[in-house]
């Protein structure tokens, strides 16, 4: 094995720790500052709606304001939204400068364990030169940022602007209906409410609660709690963009440096620590389809990754020196990885419909990321199926 080899594999295991690391603080950072964002957002139209109804003089938000106020709010997101895309952008610039440190001379030299008589940079003696020169890493940053800003997965063929997009146009539609039910509902039960009074009728107890719909104080709290709860509504979602995205571009720029690096055989599909509970991931890091070892596939082409949005889990070089036999002579499909999981893994993996199929020996390897409906027609087509269960 050339010297350069058998020294840039552990240099780069390193420095891609750090860098995983590193991607952790900035993950944790970004989502902290977006939540700040819309957390301010909220305390807006929070103030927005409290003054709306201050200003009627009865401390209820009026029909003839619902315009103005839901004017008001559509600015107040329209800022939002700005600042989250420019913190959004910031991360995956930042993500994909991260995902070329690994092979860059300072990003080596950063971990601090360089082997003895080396030097990033330095030819001569076995030492390790640096993968990609300043030059190089820019460029290669760069065109992954630009290949996470045109990217359109499969599951729904939209651009990252087309996702913001649809996150900043479902928090506008959210508050608008959320808001105007509301005065309406008040308008309306007020009306309801007087006529009752005019005929001498008592007025139900539900329509007196309906009058107070569009009071200020808790329409404000309830539209504010639309902006700020981290798990549903905008926050939730564009946290799923951004950690989707930045992760994207670290493993994008990555691999295009692991890719050029002596020795360099394959990638390790790395399951997150933080990985939450089973499902394709577990799989996918698992089965040694190439005899190069659980989880690692020979190619970007031929790397599942990312398995699906919001993933946690990264992309690691493998070098020559780190095959062993038992790797090649352990070489198998999918359907025989699935089987040496334990059932509670599997299940997580597949879906409870999927995994009765697999015990029943019903499930193709191809069938292994199609959707239940899907595999449930072609087993019901070949007769197999006479009787398929709900699908879950």
Avoid at 308 to 322: D, I, K, R, W
Avoid at 370 to 384: D, I, M, P
């Amino acid at each position: 094995m050339p010297m350069e080899s058998r020294h840039v594999g552990p240099a780069i295991r390193r420095a891609s720790q750090a860098a995983r690391n590193a991607m952790q603080v900035l993950e944790a950072g970004t989502a902290a500052a977006l939540q700040a964002v819309y957390e301010g957002a909220a305390d807006q139209v929070r103030q927005r709606i409290e003054q709306s109804a201050a200003a009627g003089g009865t401390g209820q938000v009026e029909l003839s304001a619902l315009r103005d106020l839901l004017a008001a709010i559509e600015a107040v997101l329209d800022a939002a939204a700005q600042r989250r895309s420019e913190l959004v952008m910031a991360a995956i610039r930042r993500a994909a400068e991260l995902g070329v440190q690994p092979f860059t001379a300072a990003g080596m030299a950063a971990t601090g364990r360089m082997p003895a008589g080396s030097a990033p940079g330095d030819p001569q003696g076995g030492a390790i030169a640096a993968i990609l020169d300043p030059g190089d890493a820019l460029a290669t940053a760069e065109s992954a940022v630009a290949f996470v800003q045109t990217f359109r997965p499969a599951e729904d063929g939209l651009a990252l602007s087309d996702r913001l997009w649809r996150v900043d146009a479902g928090a506008r539609e959210a508050m608008r209906r959320e808001v105007e039910a509301a005065v309406v509902r008040g308008r309306g039960a007020d009306r309801a409410a007087a006529e009752l009074l005019a005929r001498g009728q008592a007025v139900p107890a539900a329509t007196r609660e309906a009058q107070r719909a569009n009071d200020g104080a808790p329409l404000a709290r309830t539209a504010a709690e639309l902006l700020r709860d981290p798990t549903r509504g905008p926050l939730a979602n564009v946290l799923r963009v951004m950690r989707t995205e930045i992760n994207r571009a670290h493993g994008e720029a990555y691999m295009v440096g692991a890719e050029r690096s002596p020795g360099f055989v394959g990638f390790r599909f790395l399951l997150s620590p933080r990985h939450p509970r089973p499902d394709i991931c577990d799989l996918l890091a698992r089965q040694n389809l190439h005899g190069l070892g659980p989880g690692v596939y020979p190619s970007r082409a031929a790397l599942p990754w990312p398995a699906h949005p919001n993933t946690l889990s990264f992309v690691v070089a493998v070098f020559e020196e780190e095959i062993k036999p038992e790797d090649a002579a352990g070489r198998e499909t999918s359907l025989q990885a699935l089987q040496r999981l334990a059932p509670e893994i599997r299940e997580g993996v597949l879906g409870p419909t999927k995994a009765g199929y697999f015990d029943q020996g019903l499930l193709t390897s191809g069938s292994i990321r199609s959707r239940v409906g899907a595999v449930q027609s072609r087993l019901q087509r070949q007769g197999r199926l006479p009787d398929a269960p709900a699908a879950r």
